[in-house]
Structure formats: structure tokens, C-alpha cells
């Protein structure tokens, strides 16, 4: 499963490709200051859950599993509205690609995107994708040194820099443009759980040792990992902080060059289209992205773009089904357990209990559930929303707005799991607590000025 997370991931970067310019064009650099923080923020909840994964050897679902309450409730609290985050992601992600191919090819923006939908469905829940993947990854990187190029060639000098690090807010601030941006800078709220999931996938730590039998796993890793005899206290320990520390430096260099890509295309909004007065919005919001790079590159410029646009968003799709159809696999799995164990029976048990008996394939292994979630959540839904909708500006606003709204509760959730649940000499230290703790209700507060927003009793 490839990292749709952090920046460190070349597809993952034109997914945010988008909103950069947008809050640039409208408040050019007078935003600095929040990006800058909510870098530091990612690093540190990043490291936090690869930090369990690299400990535990399961992934942070596992952990919130044992949280005290009513059973499985952290899980179902991530669960429910990443379904709805999931389909309307992949929505917004397709509808761009559609507003690149609409711009060239004949037919309607809308048709492009439902034709990316299933055409990338088919690749995911099939697994025949990694030629794509790999050609999308090359493609994102050419857009990414495209536009930090471009960048350097129109950067502005340091003055309006310097005045965007100061903190300071916008007289007329549209929470609707802000908040979607803060809550996808560099990885929305399940690219926090996911960059575990990487770590982990990479080697990190030994890798997961998921309860539940791993059917994707390869037998020879299987059998490599139940020949592993136990090693003493002091030799995991001192293992695990190995890791621990390889992790915090891969993870820093993630979110550093997301940091640069994202920086270069707030100069080119602040640049090139604030002073146009274009905002990217609307269905031709492609066509409106083009304008950062045909200015410096000409019609060449613009139409390496659109392609990269439709090549490197096709493989963020890809991604990102993956990663969302894995995740929403281990969470079933998870919410089940007591009652596959017990013998008992919940709706979601009763449902896939009938779709066991129905379909030729075993619903209760992992590979099963993420193809079937691949094909329903992240195929069938967006279809449905790029039917409703047709402003992919829209749909990603919202995605990023429910992803900013999660965030508080994913955050603090993992630290109080990593302060409660591992050994003393593993657990976060003082500094990472507090910023983990601040990161939290830095993203909350957001959430409560957008709703206030909405329900009307704020102006700006």
C-alpha cells in the first residue's frame, strides 16, 4: 500500500495540488505561518502511530481496540465518517482528472471522471496496478520539480516571506477556502493511520502481526515470522528505539518535501494568479491550474500539466482506494471479532454473514472485505457524488473539511493509546505529548469556527 501521506509520497502531492493556490490566490502569503505549524504538527503524529506499529507490531486500530468504554467505540468513531470522507475523496479526486481531460478531449467533465471511477475500481480491487502506480509516482514527480522550478523562477524575495511567518489573520477570512486546506496539508486524517501501515508494510519494527490471519501476507514472510524465537526485554527494547529513531528521520524527510512542494505552489497562487485575480474553483478547475505553469512555460507548460494532472491523480485514485479499502478491511475485522468468536450477531455480521452466502468468495478474509469496500465505498459511492455534484472544488472542500474535523479526535486518541498501552521506555516523551496534545485542539479549534461558520453565527 503505497504512503498517501505526508508529502512523502509522490502521488499524494497533486491530490493538495489544488488548494495551495486557492488560499494563495485569495490571501496570498498571510497564511505562512499556519503551514509552517501544522508541519510540525503531521511530523509529530505521524512518528506517533508508526511509533505503536514499530512497538506492537499491530497497527493503531488494534490499539484503540482496547481503549475502556462502550466495545470498539474509538474504532466505530473513525469508521463511520471515513466511509463518507473515502467516497467523497475519491469523488473530488476523480472529478479533477475529469476537468484535465474535458479540456482537451470531447465530452462532458463529468463522464471523464465516472470513467476514471471504474477504470481505477477494476485496477484496485484486481491488484493489477503496480505498472500504473509506478508510471503515476514519475508523473507526480515531474509535476512537483515542475513546480518548485517554477517557483524559484517567479519567487518573490524574502520581504512578503518574512511577513507571512508572523501570525496574523485575513480582514475578510472565507472559512470554506481555509479550513479545507489546513485539514489536507500533507496528509488528511487517515493519512495519519496510514503512514503506521507504511512504516510497518516497509519493514519497520519486524512488520504487522495482525490477530486476524493476513491472507495478503507472503507465506514465506509467514513462515520467517513464526520461526523468530522470542528475544530478552532489554534486546526488543533497545530494537524498537532503533527503529524508533529510523522512523523519526524518514518521517522528517516526508514531511520536509511535502513542505517545499506545498511552499512552491503557494508562491505560484500568490504569484501568478492573485494578481489575475483567478481563483481555482468550479468544474474547470484544472484548466484555472494550468494558468501557474503556461504564464512561465507557454502552451508546452500547460499541456504537460494537464497530462501530469490526469496520470499522477489516476495513481493518487489508485492509492488511495487501497489504502481506505485496507483500512476499512482491518476495522471490520476488528468490530466483529467478539461475536465471530462468541458466535454472536451485529448488523454488520448479519450483512456480510448473507454475502457469504451469496458470492462464490470468503467475505471474512482481509483481501475479500478491502476488494468489496474497494468496489462499494471508493467505486460505487463517488459515482453516485459525481452525479450530485459537479464542482470538484466542492467535493474536495468537503472531504478536506471532514478530514480536519477527525483529525482532533485521531490525534489524541493515538497519544493517550501510546502513553497507556506501551512500555514505559517506549512511550512518547514530554515534548511529543504536548505537541500531540496541542495538534489535537489546534485542529479542533478549526472545526468549531467552520461550524460556527456554517451555522451563521460567525461573519468571516
Given at each position: 500500500?503505497?504512503?498517501?501521506c505526508c508529502g512523502?509520497?509522490p502521488?499524494s502531492?497533486?491530490?493538495?495540488?489544488?488548494?495551495p493556490?486557492?488560499?494563495?490566490?485569495?490571501?496570498?502569503?498571510?497564511?505562512?505561518?499556519i503551514?509552517?505549524?501544522?508541519?510540525?504538527?503531521?511530523w509529530?503524529m505521524?512518528?506517533?502511530?508508526?511509533?505503536y506499529?514499530?512497538v506492537?507490531?499491530?497497527?493503531m486500530?488494534?490499539?484503540m481496540?482496547t481503549l475502556?468504554g462502550?466495545?470498539?467505540?474509538a474504532v466505530w468513531?473513525i469508521?463511520?465518517?471515513q466511509?463518507?470522507?473515502?467516497?467523497?475523496?475519491?469523488?473530488?479526486?476523480?472529478?479533477?482528472?475529469g476537468s484535465a481531460l474535458?479540456?482537451?478531449l470531447?465530452?462532458?467533465?463529468?463522464?471523464?471522471a465516472?470513467?476514471?471511477v471504474v477504470a481505477?475500481?477494476?485496477?484496485?480491487?484486481?491488484?493489477?496496478?503496480?505498472?500504473?502506480e509506478?508510471?503515476?509516482?514519475?508523473?507526480?514527480l515531474a509535476l512537483m520539480?515542475?513546480a518548485?522550478v517554477?517557483?524559484?523562477i517567479?519567487f518573490p524575495?524574502?520581504?512578503?516571506?518574512?511577513?507571512?511567518?508572523?501570525?496574523?489573520?485575513?480582514?475578510d477570512?472565507?472559512?470554506?477556502?481555509i479550513?479545507?486546506?489546513?485539514?489536507?496539508?500533507?496528509?488528511?486524517?487517515?493519512?495519519i493511520?496510514?503512514?503506521?501501515?507504511?512504516?510497518a508494510t516497509?519493514?519497520f519494527g519486524?512488520?504487522l502481526?495482525?490477530?486476524?490471519?493476513d491472507?495478503?501476507q507472503?507465506d514465506?514472510?509467514r513462515?520467517?515470522?513464526?520461526r523468530?524465537a522470542?528475544k530478552?526485554?532489554e534486546t526488543?527494547v533497545?530494537?524498537?528505539?532503533?527503529?524508533?529513531r529510523?522512523?523519526t528521520?524518514?518521517?522528517?524527510l516526508?514531511?520536509?518535501?511535502?513542505?517545499v512542494v506545498?511552499?512552491?505552489?503557494l508562491v505560484?497562487?500568490a504569484e501568478?494568479?492573485?494578481?489575475?485575480g483567478i481563483?481555482?474553483?468550479?468544474p474547470?478547475?484544472?484548466?484555472?491550474?494550468?494558468n501557474?505553469f503556461s504564464?512561465?512555460w507557454g502552451e508546452?507548460?500547460?499541456?504537460?500539466?494537464l497530462v501530469?494532472?490526469?496520470?499522477?491523480?489516476?495513481?493518487?485514485?489508485?492509492a488511495n482506494q487501497?489504502?481506505w479499502?485496507?483500512?476499512f478491511?482491518d476495522?471490520?475485522?476488528?468490530?466483529?471479532?467478539?461475536?465471530?468468536?462468541?458466535?454472536?450477531?451485529?448488523?454488520?455480521?448479519?450483512?456480510?454473514?448473507a454475502?457469504?452466502?451469496?458470492?462464490?468468495?470468503?467475505?471474512f478474509?482481509r483481501?475479500w472485505l478491502?476488494?468489496l469496500?474497494?468496489?462499494?465505498?471508493?467505486?460505487?459511492m463517488?459515482?453516485?457524488i459525481l452525479?450530485?455534484f459537479?464542482d470538484?472544488v466542492?467535493v474536495?472542500?468537503v472531504?478536506?473539511?471532514?478530514?480536519?474535523?477527525h483529525?482532533?479526535?485521531?490525534?489524541l486518541?493515538?497519544?493517550?493509546?501510546?502513553r497507556?498501552r506501551?512500555?514505559?521506555?517506549?512511550r512518547?516523551?514530554?515534548?511529543a505529548s504536548?505537541?500531540?496534545?496541542?495538534a489535537?485542539f489546534?485542529?479542533?479549534?478549526?472545526?468549531v469556527?467552520?461550524?460556527l461558520?456554517?451555522a451563521?453565527?460567525?461573519?468571516g
Amino acid at each position: 500500500m503505497a504512503p498517501a501521506c505526508c508529502g512523502c509520497s509522490p502521488p499524494s502531492a497533486p491530490v493538495r495540488s489544488s488548494l495551495p493556490p486557492r488560499v494563495a490566490s485569495a490571501y496570498e502569503y498571510q497564511l505562512l505561518w499556519i503551514l509552517l505549524i501544522v508541519v510540525l504538527f503531521m511530523w509529530v503524529m505521524i512518528r506517533e502511530m508508526a511509533r505503536y506499529s514499530i512497538v506492537t507490531g499491530q497497527t493503531m486500530l488494534e490499539g484503540m481496540h482496547t481503549l475502556s468504554g462502550p466495545r470498539n467505540w474509538a474504532v466505530w468513531v473513525i469508521f463511520v465518517p471515513q466511509l463518507l470522507a473515502a467516497a467523497i475523496g475519491i469523488a473530488g479526486l476523480a472529478a479533477v482528472v475529469g476537468s484535465a481531460l474535458g479540456e482537451f478531449l470531447p465530452g462532458t467533465n463529468t463522464l471523464y471522471a465516472m470513467a476514471m471511477v471504474v477504470a481505477s475500481t477494476l485496477f484496485t480491487a484486481t491488484g493489477r496496478y503496480s505498472l500504473i502506480e509506478t508510471f503515476s509516482r514519475v508523473m507526480a514527480l515531474a509535476l512537483m520539480v515542475m513546480a518548485i522550478v517554477t517557483a524559484m523562477i517567479v519567487f518573490p524575495g524574502l520581504a512578503p516571506i518574512a511577513q507571512g511567518l508572523a501570525p496574523g489573520w485575513p480582514d475578510d477570512p472565507d472559512l470554506y477556502v481555509i479550513l479545507p486546506w489546513v485539514g489536507t496539508i500533507l496528509a488528511g486524517s487517515m493519512g495519519i493511520v496510514w503512514f503506521g501501515y507504511w512504516t510497518a508494510t516497509r519493514g519497520f519494527g519486524g512488520g504487522l502481526q495482525s490477530r486476524e490471519p493476513d491472507d495478503e501476507q507472503p507465506d514465506d514472510s509467514r513462515r520467517e515470522m513464526d520461526r523468530t524465537a522470542p528475544k530478552p526485554h532489554e534486546t526488543r527494547v533497545a530494537h524498537a528505539r532503533g527503529w524508533i529513531r529510523t522512523m523519526t528521520v524518514t518521517a522528517a524527510l516526508g514531511v520536509l518535501g511535502g513542505l517545499v512542494v506545498i511552499f512552491s505552489f503557494l508562491v505560484l497562487g500568490a504569484e501568478l494568479l492573485a494578481p489575475e485575480g483567478i481563483m481555482p474553483e468550479g468544474p474547470e478547475v484544472a484548466v484555472d491550474l494550468t494558468n501557474i505553469f503556461s504564464d512561465v512555460w507557454g502552451e508546452v507548460g500547460r499541456y504537460v500539466l494537464l497530462v501530469a494532472i490526469v496520470i499522477a491523480l489516476g495513481g493518487s485514485i489508485l492509492a488511495n482506494q487501497d489504502g481506505w479499502g485496507r483500512s476499512f478491511a482491518d476495522m471490520t475485522l476488528i468490530v466483529t471479532r467478539r461475536h465471530r468468536e462468541a458466535g454472536g450477531s451485529s448488523l454488520l455480521l448479519k450483512s456480510l454473514n448473507a454475502l457469504d452466502r451469496r458470492l462464490p468468495w470468503p467475505m471474512f478474509e482481509r483481501r475479500w472485505l478491502k476488494r468489496l469496500y474497494i468496489v462499494s465505498v471508493t467505486g460505487l459511492m463517488p459515482l453516485l457524488i459525481l452525479l450530485a455534484f459537479s464542482d470538484p472544488v466542492q467535493v474536495m472542500s468537503v472531504s478536506g473539511i471532514i478530514a480536519a474535523a477527525h483529525t482532533p479526535f485521531i490525534a489524541l486518541a493515538a497519544l493517550y493509546v501510546n502513553r497507556t498501552r506501551l512500555p514505559a521506555e517506549l512511550r512518547p516523551g514530554i515534548a511529543a505529548s504536548v505537541t500531540m496534545t496541542v495538534a489535537g485542539f489546534f485542529y479542533l479549534g478549526f472545526a468549531v469556527l467552520y461550524l460556527l461558520n456554517m451555522a451563521g453565527l460567525l461573519n468571516g
